[in-house]
């Protein structure tokens, strides 16, 4: 064997251990549900209820409720407990009527963004406030094309989701000049490896909110500053979910009654 070929195989078998890795850590062999959606042990003492209920059915929808109070924006992670950290995560909706609705029991006294997946139709719409500062005004396309050279495909590195993921699309930005709050999908459409070491068939899709700060220096781009995971599966489909954004899925109040959202019109909902 070559230099050559010893290099290039041993570069292949640090990304199939990488891969391996990531889908053991958080990919495809998790069924979704059992780490990215909340459940805390003591959930009865949250006594917000919230029903949404859409035009039409969807069987296979993912109704996803996220709280703004502890978002990794705004409440830092140190020092906290598994128990409360299992509580700051994005809560999902059981669903009713053949998906025409869904219920959340238990929620923590917070707003809370919709955010609906539908993984038939390949839709994605949401309703996600994504920095609490944001500025309207600083939504450019100048500071839009720094984060896709920031957050972009990274061929230096292998671990990790940065470099796991060989697809992206930007759906949409907040910043207030400083920070961002991103909404974006990613795909891996390369080879991906299950815990048992055999090849998926299926692609896996990420949709995630990344929080990033720019740099103090002219032209060193935006870091990563946290990341949260909306949803992940392996699906047949390898194209990006047809991404809405909905105001009227934005800051649903919860406190101690039961809440009631009807005839959510989803835009798919015009072309069935």
């Not at 707003?111 to 539908?118: E, G, K, L, S």
């Not at 920095?131 to 495909?153: F, H, Q, R, V």
């Not at 934005?250 to 798919?268: D, P, S, T, W, Y």
Request: net charge positive; glycine share 10%.
């Amino acid at each position: 064997m070559t230099q050559k070929s010893v290099t290039c195989f041993g570069a292949f078998t640090a990304l199939a251990l990488a891969v391996g890795a990531y889908l053991h850590a958080g990919g495809s062999v998790v069924p979704v549900g059992t780490y990215l959606y909340a459940n805390p042990a003591n959930k009865n003492q949250y006594k917000g209820r919230l029903t949404v209920r859409f035009t039409t059915p969807g069987r296979n929808r993912l109704v996803i409720a996220y709280g703004r109070k502890y978002r990794k924006d705004r409440k830092s992670r140190d020092g906290t407990t598994e128990e409360e950290r299992e509580k700051y995560k994005p809560w999902l909706g059981k669903l009713i009527d053949d998906g025409q609705g869904a219920i959340f029991w238990n929620l923590p006294a917070d707003y809370y963004d919709i955010v609906v997946v539908d993984p038939d139709r390949m839709t994605v719409q949401e309703g996600l406030g994504l920095m609490i500062t944001a500025d309207p005004k600083l939504k450019t396309e100048k500071y839009l094309e720094e984060i896709k050279a920031s957050l972009g495909l990274r061929t230096d590195r292998i671990g990790g989701w940065e470099g796991f993921f060989d697809n992206k699309q930007f759906e949409r930005f907040e910043t207030n000049g400083t920070r961002a709050g991103v909404f974006l999908q990613q795909m891996r459409l390369g080879t991906a490896l299950a815990e048992s070491g055999a090849v998926l068939k299926g692609c896996i899709h990420s949709i995630d909110i990344v929080w990033v700060e720019r740099a103090k220096v002219e032209g060193a781009g935006w870091q990563v500053v946290d990341r949260q995971q909306l949803y992940r599966d392996e699906i047949p489909a390898r194209t990006f979910f047809k991404h809405t954004f909905l105001p009227k899925l934005q800051g649903i109040r919860i406190g101690l009654r039961a809440k009631e959202i009807n005839n959510i019109e989803l835009h798919v909902d015009k072309e069935d």
